[in-house]
């Protein structure tokens, strides 16, 4: 089976989206979710260059989606389409799936693929706020945004919030070699 026919089978997987239930991670919960040898649901990928973020987007929210990659925070979203959130986790190597988050500075690109088309976005705003500013994940009339969330610290006190508006749809079939090239293992 081809990625993009395993992609959209795997956006109709049944799964879960509860912030509630997501742990904080340990080093007995990496090793065994490593062995657990579960077969994720990725329906895309994301990539911002700049802060050299380049992950699978899995769908729903469960500890071992966002040990692994970003998951999807609600059942409904489609990607490039009115507000797109992911998630994932913030780790004490900086490299690491959204810890580099903070670093990201407002105009950069952020891209993401279904593997049917590539979604260009630039970032509008990098803040720091309250677990409960659920609002963050809000809809914006009229507006096609991504956001991306972690945590502040590894104490999960607070929330990195990435928001991009969507620049560019281009079919992935007609993807011009240079924006291709942001989705190679670098």
Aim: charged residues 20%; contains cysteine.
């Amino acid at each position: 089976m081809s990625h993009a026919k395993k992609i959209i089978q795997n956006q109709k997987v049944t799964t879960t989206f509860d912030f509630d239930q997501v742990q904080s991670i340990s080093a007995q919960k990496v090793v065994a979710d490593q062995f657990s040898n579960k077969q994720l649901p990725v329906i895309g990928y994301i990539v911002i260059p700049s802060v050299h973020i380049q992950l699978p987007i899995f769908k729903g929210l469960s500890n071992e989606v966002l040990l692994y990659g970003a998951g999807t925070t609600s059942p409904t979203q489609v990607m490039g389409k009115r507000n797109y959130g992911l998630a994932s986790h913030r780790m004490f190597d900086e490299s690491l799936l959204f810890t580099p988050l903070d670093h990201v500075k407002v105009g950069e690109k952020i891209y993401l693929t279904d593997l049917a088309n590539v979604y260009i976005y630039e970032s509008i705003s990098n803040e720091k706020v309250s677990p409960n500013r659920v609002d963050v994940l809000d809809e914006v009339p009229d507006t096609t945004l991504v956001r991306l969330i972690t945590c502040g610290e590894m104490s999960g006190e607070t929330r990195w919030v990435v928001q991009g508006k969507l620049i560019q749809t281009i079919a992935y079939n007609q993807a011009s070699a240079k924006v291709l090239a942001v989705f190679q293992r670098s």
